[in-house]
Structures are given as structure tokens and as C-alpha cells.
């Protein structure tokens, strides 16, 4: 499909930590953003928030976005679709309070673009790499991974199946059936679709939050574990994982509308961390933030448990990745400034 450089585009979930920053970001980048909530209660914030764009930003409330015709109206005038909302929560009991709506969320928004989307040129999809996550054997996965083993295991173990091993599955099942149903009518549909990959989301925050406790899963660990010291000293040494900056997540999102090449998965990934990685420069800005375990830790000799391949994200969509120590000072200030440091 031909780039886009203006336009309108939906976004759904449109008041969660990742998508706040997908709104400004599209905004800045001369889009007009429609964005939906599941009430009308989320809606005062992202008002207040982008009311210095005018009506180049609206929201409305889409309660259930399991229902493709909730879209109807919202999909009929806009050029792209970014779609955010699935749930991301480490609490379900059955796998379905995660895999239905991940799953059906996604399918009703292909499905309303589709029927009442004639000038829809792109649709996104954030995925996650817990869609990627497979057996790892030293070589860093990439887009053509996918993670069959959370599905083997939530299907023979039901509610008894770990809780992260259900969330991974949820979004493998979301994407692989949104490529599916692409793939099945891709020569019919007058816009091609993009998923985009990222692991752990660190870095500032937009959207309304009022207490630490309230933060999602990601930035949640992130606080609770750098800022709060609640590991133990081999948690900082030896846990960890793979991390991308909310805002680089974000402009993935603007330069998949405006590269044309910008088709398929891509993971965002900016590398593979310790929870050492994070504390070492936290410390070193703010001495009230606990110091790790540094005299334990050599970041030349660390081992990961995964690495992904982002290549594809940097040549195709040109995308720059924020430091380490960039997400931190940002992160930290803005902690700052809320008053909880």
C-alpha cells in the first residue's frame, strides 16, 4: 500500500500506557486520531491531555470490542487503524478472560474495516513477543518465530496452566488469527496488514495513573524493582528479560503508516536486559534509588534466557531505539514529578 502521511486514524484502547503515546505521537506527526475507550469515564483525561490539537483528536466509547459492530460507525472515515486493546494482566483463572477478547477484540476490528472501511489503506496490530517466544537456542528469534508452546500448554492444562503462560498465548492466538483472516482475503481488501512485536515496555508515562500500584504489569515490575528495590541481589544479577521504550514502540506505529514497505511483523526490540542494567544508571542519577548488586554483576560475561532480532524494525521502518540510560533519567524524572521517588 502507498504511504501515509496524513489522514485519519483509529485508535482502539486508546487511554492504556502504550496507545497515550501512539495518540501523541500520531498527532505530532500530522495525523488526525480518533481514539476509543470502553467508557465514558476514560474519556476526560485524553481530552484534557491532546486538547491543544483541537478536532484533530476525538474520542468515543466503544464498550465491547468483541462486537465488530461497535466499529461501525468509527471505521468509515478514517485512512488507518491502530489496534491496542487486548487485556495484559498476569490474574486470569480461565485462559478465556484473556484469549476471547485478544482474540475476537482483534478479529472485529479486521472484520468492521473490512465491511465499513473503504478507506482504509493500513491496519496495525500490536502483537507482542510473547507471540514470537519459542525455544531459544542461542541465536536471537525473529519475525519468523512463533510461540506454540504457551498454546500446548494452556490447552492441556486449562485454568492450571502458569498465568504468563496464558497471557503469551492469548496474543499468539490474536495474531495468528488475525494473519489467517488476512491472508484468506488479502485480494480483495483494499489495505494490508502490519503487527508489531515488542517485549517488556519501559519508560515514561502519559496515561492517567494514580498510585504506582496502578501501573501496567511492565512498567509496574520496572518501578517496584528499580525504584523500590524488591529484588533480591541475584533478582538484579541473574532476572530479567527483553525490553523496548514506550515511545519507540510508539513512533514504530507512525513510521508504519508512513513507509511504504511497512508490511508483515516487526519486532521492537531494543536488546536484552538485567534488572543490573537498569539499576547501575538509576543509582548513578538518584542516590535515593537502590544500587543492585553491581560488584556481582559483568555485563561481558552476562548470559540471556532470549534475545530477539529487531533488524527488520531499524532497515525497513528506520526506527532508533532509546538507551538504557535514556529510558531511565526520562523514567525516573518523570516519577519525580508525580512524587513517587
Request: proline fraction near 5%; hydrophobic fraction near 40%.
Amino acid at each position: 500500500m502507498p504511504s501515509l502521511n496524513s489522514g485519519k486514524v483509529l485508535v482502539t484502547g486508546a487511554n492504556g500506557y502504550i496507545a497515550v503515546w501512539i495518540v501523541k505521537t500520531m498527532l505530532e506527526a500530522g495525523f488526525s486520531v480518533r481514539g476509543t475507550v470502553r467508557s465514558a469515564s476514560k474519556a476526560d483525561h485524553l481530552r484534557n491531555l491532546f486538547k491543544s490539537f483541537g478536532d484533530k483528536f476525538e474520542v468515543v466509547v466503544v464498550p465491547d470490542i468483541t462486537n465488530a459492530e461497535s466499529f461501525t460507525e468509527y471505521v468509515k472515515d478514517v485512512d488507518a487503524i491502530a489496534h491496542t486493546a487486548s487485556p495484559f494482566h498476569m490474574n486470569a483463572i480461565e485462559p478465556d478472560e484473556l484469549i476471547i477478547p485478544a482474540v475476537e477484540g482483534t478479529l472485529s476490528v479486521l472484520k468492521a474495516a473490512e465491511a465499513h472501511g473503504p478507506s482504509v489503506k493500513r491496519v496495525i496490530v500490536l502483537s507482542s513477543t510473547a507471540a514470537v517466544l519459542g525455544p531459544y537456542s542461542g541465536t536471537p528469534l525473529d519475525e519468523s518465530h512463533w510461540n506454540q508452546d504457551s498454546i500446548d500448554e494452556v490447552k492441556a492444562k486449562g485454568r492450571d496452566a502458569a498465568n504468563h503462560m496464558k497471557y503469551r498465548a492469548s496474543k499468539t492466538l490474536a495474531e495468528r488469527a488475525a494473519w489467517e483472516w488476512y491472508e484468506e482475503r488479502k485480494s480483495k481488501l483494499g489495505w494490508d496488514l502490519v503487527a508489531l512485536n515488542p517485549p517488556f515496555v519501559f519508560g515514561p508515562f502519559l496515561h492517567e495513573v494514580a498510585s504506582p500500584e496502578q501501573l501496567n504489569t511492565s512498567a509496574h515490575d520496572w518501578y517496584f524493582n528499580i525504584v523500590k528495590g524488591k529484588l533480591s541481589p541475584d533478582g538484579y544479577v541473574n532476572g530479567g528479560a527483553c525490553w523496548v521504550d514506550v515511545r519507540d514502540i510508539a513512533t514504530a506505529h507512525a513510521l508504519a503508516l508512513k513507509t511504504e514497505a511497512a508490511a508483515g511483523r516487526f519486532i521492537v526490540a531494543a536488546g536484552a536486559f538485567k534488572w543490573q542494567d537498569f539499576a547501575t544508571p538509576a543509582h548513578a542519577i538518584d542516590a535515593k534509588v537502590p544500587e543492585g548488586n553491581p560488584s556481582a554483576y559483568d555485563p561481558s560475561t552476562v548470559q540471556h534466557g532470549v534475545v530477539y532480532n529487531s533488524t527488520k524494525s531499524k532497515s525497513v521502518l528506520g526506527l532508533k531505539y532509546h538507551t538504557v540510560e535514556e529510558t531511565t533519567k526520562d523514567t525516573l524524572q518523570d516519577f519525580e514529578i508525580r512524587g513517587w521517588l
